[in-house]
Nanobody, 119 residues
Framework: QVQLVESGGGLVQAGGSLRLSCAAS????????VAWYRQAPEKQREWVAGINSGGSTAYAESVKGRFTISRDNAKNTVSLQMSSLKPEDTAVYYC?????????????WGKGTPVTISS
């Protein structure tokens, strides 16, 4: 099993920055890709950014150039640096990990951290 705990959310004014962290524990050796998703009120959860085991990254168009995803394998953490924040970035942000555990492909989610951007 893999446990994911997000932190770093909060209330920030538009134009500000926040850094989210996702700490993994458990069978972390099997983790391949890690991604951040977000879900705004009354909207579907959407993919924001991802990073694979090789360090390659990808971003949704809406955050490209403003958000940066990174991972520290030694600390089993993945971070999301968010800059130039906009009110439309307001959402609960979730960490997601794809892992191979006991030979099976598994998908894990954290409980989320809320981000509110005031205009």
């Amino acid at each position: 099993q893999v446990q994911l705990v997000e932190s770093g959310g909060g209330l920030v004014q538009a134009g500000g920055s926040l850094r989210l962290s996702c700490a993994a524990s458990g069978s972390t050796g099997g983790i391949n890709g890690v991604a951040w998703y977000r879900q705004a009120p009354e909207k579907q959860r959407e993919w924001v950014a991802g990073i694979n085991s090789g360090g390659s990254t990808a971003y949704a168009e809406s955050v490209k150039g403003r958000f940066t995803i990174s991972r520290d394998n030694a600390k089993n953490t993945v971070s999301l640096q968010m800059s130039s924040l906009k009110p439309e970035d307001t959402a609960v942000y979730y960490c997601n990990a794809e892992a191979v555990v006991r030979g099976k492909y598994m998908n894990y989610w954290g409980k989320g951290t809320p981000v509110t951007i005031s205009s």
